[in-house]
């Protein structure tokens, strides 16, 4: 019996973790610390075991944290979708990843997550973690830093020499497109509240603007790209600062839902796991081009806490469960 078989088999032998779980809908107060079930590995699945999580603030109110696929409630649910950890078996079919290797990945919304000891990801989520950084700064790394890729490459086409808004810089996908928008030679304009200036300033920025001070639209001049992090008022008034043939793409809303938005080409959009862009973004991590801002590392069996303090403002980059030492 190989080694992931025997892992395997005793793990699937009705192996009890401790996770952070759901059991009826609601915020962080409904976050339970107990025991469950280990998962199973299906065909195309690894087994992690998890050392540090992290999840993006609003998912509790994201339906696919509630419902399978076909739309089926299937609660008691793990919440947090960003996994780093090392591969413990191997189900079949699957490739490019070996038992001991460790990962990092954005695991599929709609099963359970990170926040336990052992989650079943499908391979092709994972890549390998990048090598210079801890667990705990790898977790953080996935959900965000492909949000702001996918968001300025895939659906902004920014290009060197461009302008790009990125409005709520400070936080956990901000920080990622500010240091992307200035990697790619984007003239980067940055905004959030007064906390975040010293932060997007150091990551890239070349103009920063408090958002409760002054009104973006009266002093950037129009831009090729805006990245809306914030939704609401400050998405609808982005509207006035594209060029012709740019582009307002966002991240929590559709820009074009509202009866008043311009004729002008607007992206929302969903991030989808992609292992190629993992490996770009270790890629620059290695090279000392990019870096994850960890705000905040809780334990696990504190996990509620987590949620609640990324409720909070000022909290910069994004919150880490530690899940071992
Ligand atoms: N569609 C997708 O696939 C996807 C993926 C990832 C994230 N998201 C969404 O994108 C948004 C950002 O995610 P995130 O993880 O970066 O969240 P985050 O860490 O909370 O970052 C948001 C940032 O915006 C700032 N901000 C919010 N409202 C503001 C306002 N009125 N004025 C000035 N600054 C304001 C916050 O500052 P304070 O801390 O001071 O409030 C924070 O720094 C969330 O809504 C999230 O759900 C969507």
Known sequence: MSVSESVEAQLSAGQTMH???LHEHGGPEQLVYETASVPPIGIGDA?????????????????????????RDRR????AHEVAGTVTALGYGTTGLAVGAAVYGLTDWYRDGAAAEYIAVEVRDLAPAPASLSFVEAAVVPLAGLT??????????????????IHGAGGGVGTFAVQLAHAAG????????EWARQLATEL??????????????DVVGAVDVALDLVGGDILQRSWAVIKPGGVLVSAVEDPAASPAAPK??????VVVPDRAELVELARRIEAGALRPIVG?????ADGRAAFETKRNTGVPGKVALQVTD
Do not use: C, N
């Open 19 to 21: 996770a952070l779980r």
């Open 47 to 71: 087994l992690v075991r998890v050392h540090a999580a992290s999840f993006t603030p609003t998912e509790l109110s994201w339906p696919p944290t509630w419902e399978d696929r076909a739309g």
């Open 76 to 79: 008691p649910v793990i919440p």
């Open 148 to 165: 702001a890729w996918q968001a300025l490459f895939d659906h902004g086409a920014l290009s060197a020499g461009q302008t790009a808004l």
């Open 186 to 193: 984007a003239h980067v304009v940055a905004t959030g509240r």
């Open 204 to 217: 890239g920025a070349d103009e920063f603007i408090d958002l409760e001070r002054q009104r973006f639209e």
């Open 264 to 269: 002008a080409r607007s992206v929302f959009f």
């Open 296 to 300: 905040a590392v809780v334990p696990l």
